[in-house]
């Protein structure tokens, strides 16, 4: 209110965001329009760009908003969308996914994203960035549009590792309960483990056994925990977090994509099958961008890596400027929450907890009845 | 073309089809519609009812459509939605479901229709009609709207049992195959593996065995091995049978309805947000039912048992009589084909071969590169 604006504490109060420009489908200059879009609405973030410095440079100079609000970190190689994780692991220090974890590794950065290859993303970050203590496989969180008030439900595992344990299952709720927190605003969240029916006899020994280990963790983690939940309930209204292994994640994600995918090809065709059906269409254009942009996937655009010492999201392979800018905006909050450091106190109170309640829980299992 | 038609010769050449009147949502009177809208499509179909006679007797009479095209079975009890699968199989002798699985197994009728608890029609369906020789885990087949020629794609195991190895998986490959045969006439039917990525190196080990037991089998086989497929592809046009183990495919199967069921809902809510939307909406109706007719469950209704002596069909619990009379139909359609039979001789053919295979694919599994 009072005095002008001091410039250079206006930067050092920046948020910084370690941004990887190459590994896109579309390109780096999809990815500089999207950070341009981030930085316009955001007078409070920066950026560290990461690939070759020769090819990034030009296209941030064709965008004033970026004046003054990216730094480069050269990096001549690229991991492609058809490199196996293993390979970057052993050759990958050359890459631009490489050194944009490396930002946040030192300290330079609050948060990485990058739209490279899922699999090499997630093996670098656990290489570089470490998992955090406590945690057995870290787990990749998206969100999903939904009939909640918030229009998103969380899901996680979706595909860092195929197989889970009731323990691995344990820590993505309590991670996933944590990351709704800080990025939704939901104090108590709802969380349910996804099951083929929710009555307690149905589903693998290993869910049951889940079941009443999250059970036992909700009031100390404040969650609610809603029980055995249906992959109807994914879109619905019952749950804010749905906990699952990522082989079951990553095919219910991907079979709602597609569906959606088929409803709006089959809308598309409704739409244009005649003269009369065109015209329609052109009158109800309006409500058809509005059910659009309620279902617009580059508003959810990203899925965050948990369970490491650091935030890394994953833009969408194909994003554009808007989702891009969409990944940008969830590190930059997930980074003013403080949300690393207090994922990293939960998960390691939890891992105690673990510890102590392993001799409780197998005493209250006792056949009682 | 000469001559009067012989009436009771006709009578002779139905084909009769065993239907559950009772554990639907919407109780026997919509059952009932179902088989009175079966019976004016097809002269060539006859019923066997079965629920509580006095109940059923008086909305059978309304339908002058089934006057002499109904037997009756009285059955006094009722399977509900509730009901565990063990309780049913003690003491579930007088349901309507018990009835109607049991006309089946007498030769009374081609096959069986049910709209009842699912679990508890499989665990009948198996004490009652057996397993086929050399089918370990009977599993359930559904049709899923795809951006295929015939409209849809068949995926197996949608529920019957969350587990299945490879030769399990190779079994649901060739009774999918053939149900897609004598249901679509697809004569060389493309068929998928369900994983989260194409590539080989990806998944569980069980489903790596699988892939190369099952490619082992596609020439033999007569149907084209895809490889791995992705959620993604199950409302696509890459394969016609995808199959996975029961809790994968039941998790999808619900995520793709509950994402197209929060679709339109959107849709709704667009439509109706102000009194342009309205008017637009009232303009585009004819493209609206067009697009719902496309996606509308209730054509596709009808979950197949496969892998049983005999045929079985699971109608949706929710289903209304055009829902109803689709899973009749498929019934219908099934035994003229002759699909249990011709069903039964392949699961025997492969029996045979697999046990020949597993010698030979041992061997060629050496590492011979």
């Known amino acids: 209110m009072a005095g002008k604006p001091d410039h250079s504490d206006k930067d050092a109060s920046r948020i910084i965001i370690s941004v990887d420009a190459m590994g896109g489908?579309?390109?780096?200059?999809?990815?500089?329009?999207?950070?341009?879009?981030s930085a316009d609405k955001n007078p409070d973030i920066g950026f560290i760009l990461h690939g070759p410095e020769a090819e990034l440079k030009p296209l941030v100079a064709k965008k004033r908003i970026l004046d003054g609000r990216v730094a480069f970190r050269d990096a001549p190689d690229v991991v492609t969308m058809e490199d196996k994780p293993s390979q970057v692991m052993r050759n990958g220090k050359g890459t631009s996914m490489w050194s944009a974890l490396d930002s946040v590794k030192q300290g330079e950065a609050a948060g990485a994203v990058s739209c490279g290859n899922t699999g090499a993303l997630m093996a670098l970050s656990m290489l570089r960035l470490r998992k955090l203590p406590g945690v057995n496989r870290p787990a990749i969180a998206i969100l999903w549009p939904s009939l909640n008030p918030q229009g998103f439900n969380v899901m996680l595992d979706v595909g860092a590792d195929v197989r889970a344990d009731a323990q691995d299952l344990l820590q993505y709720a309590l991670m996933g309960t944590s990351y709704?927190?800080?990025?939704?605003?939901i104090t108590r969240p709802r969380v349910g483990l996804l099951n083929v029916g929710t009555e307690e006899h149905k589903g693998h020994a290993e869910l049951k056994e889940a079941h009443s280990l999250i059970a036992s963790y909700a009031d100390d983690a404040q969650f609610e925990f809603v029980g055995f939940v249906e992959g109807g309930d994914i879109p619905g209204n019952v749950v804010d977090v749905i906990v699952t292994d990522g082989f079951t994640g990553n095919v219910a994600i991907k079979t709602g994509e597609g569906t959606a995918s088929l409803m709006r090809t089959a809308m598309r065709d409704a739409f244009s099958y005649s003269i009369l059906s065109k015209m329609a269409a052109l009158l109800a254009m309006t409500s058809l961008r509005r059910l659009s942009k309620r279902l617009d996937p580059r508003r959810v655009n990203g899925g965050v890596f948990l369970g490491l010492n650091g935030t890394v999201i994953k833009s969408h392979g194909g994003a554009d400027a808007t989702g891009v800018s969409a990944a940008v905006k969830l590190a930059f909050r997930l980074a003013q929450q403080g949300f690393a450091e207090k994922l990293a106190a939960r998960v390691a109170s939890s891992?105690?907890?673990?510890?102590?309640n392993a001799?409780?829980?197998s005493r209250s299992a006792d056949p009682a009845e």
Chains 1, 2 share one sequence.
Do not use: E, H, K, Y
Not at 180 to 185: A, E, I, K, L, P
């Open 180 to 185: 709704v927190r800080n990025s939704m605003d």
């Open 25 to 37: 489908d579309a390109g780096p200059a999809v990815v500089v329009a999207g950070i341009a879009m």
């Open 351 to 356: 891992a105690a907890l673990t510890q102590d």
């Open 359 to 361: 001799a409780s829980a």
